[in-house]
């Protein structure tokens, strides 16, 4: 079974011999995994009036403490956007009706943002579809095959500098 990184590695062997491709193989497939993936979960996204920037910030409050709410720094950091990114999403979603800010209680400069209860029912409604989206697209694996993936994947993260501490 060949797919298309395969024809280009072969197409790159027979016109550069001298070079090794081989980490195309690897960076190539995860490339194409990663365009497929993003247009499975936008669809399932839409599905539900959201846009992958929408679904992150309502994600990343939902799992967040109880009452479900961090500052827009917190927000930024675990989005790993700017601050002008985070605010354009804020923004929106609070156009919508699905988050609040409101001045932090100590400090004034600090804006929390909260999941409003229709926020959080809209989230609470899309995540088993998102999550039902990434099992269908992740099913030719066995479990040990997405175990190993999965630390297979973490330690080349890990090398790039995606660490939380």
Same mark, same amino acid.
């Given at each position: 079974?060949?797919?298309?990184?395969?024809?280009? +590695?072969?197409?790159?062997? *027979?016109?550069?011999?001298?070079?090794?491709?081989?980490?195309?193989?690897?960076? =190539?497939?995860?490339?194409?995994?990663?365009?497929?993936?993003?247009?499975?979960?936008?669809? &399932?996204?839409?599905?539900?009036?959201?846009?992958?920037?929408?679904?992150?910030?309502?994600?990343?409050?939902?799992?967040?403490?109880?009452?479900?709410?961090?500052?827009? *720094?917190?927000?930024?950091?675990?989005?790993?956007?700017?601050? =002008?990114?985070?605010?354009?999403?804020?923004?929106?979603?609070? *156009?919508?009706?699905?988050?609040?800010?409101?001045?932090?209680?100590?400090? !004034?400069?600090?804006?929390?943002?909260? +999941?409003?209860?229709? =926020?959080?029912?809209?989230?609470?409604?899309?995540?088993?579809?998102?999550?039902?989206?990434?099992? !269908?697209?992740?099913?030719?694996?066995?479990?040990?095959? !997405?175990?190993?993936?999965?630390? &297979?994947?973490? &330690?080349?993260?890990?090398?790039?500098?995606?660490?939380?501490?």
């Amino acid at each position: 079974m060949t797919d298309h990184v395969d024809r280009v +590695l072969q197409q790159w062997g *027979a016109e550069r011999p001298d070079l090794d491709v081989s980490p195309m193989a690897v960076l =190539g497939r995860l490339k194409r995994l990663g365009r497929l993936i993003d247009a499975e979960q936008r669809r &399932t996204f839409a599905a539900h009036g959201l846009d992958p920037a929408s679904f992150d910030v309502l994600a990343t409050l939902r799992r967040s403490n109880p009452p479900h709410g961090l500052t827009a *720094a917190e927000l930024m950091l675990a989005s790993m956007v700017t601050s =002008g990114a985070i605010t354009q999403r804020l923004d929106r979603l609070e *156009a919508r009706g699905l988050v609040t800010r409101s001045p932090g209680e100590t400090d !004034r400069r600090v804006v929390l943002v909260a +999941l409003t209860e229709e =926020g959080r029912a809209l989230i609470d409604q899309a995540l088993p579809d998102h999550v039902e989206t990434q099992r !269908r697209l992740i099913a030719a694996l066995s479990g040990p095959e !997405r175990d190993t993936l999965a630390d &297979t994947l973490r &330690t080349l993260l890990e090398s790039l500098g995606d660490r939380l501490d």
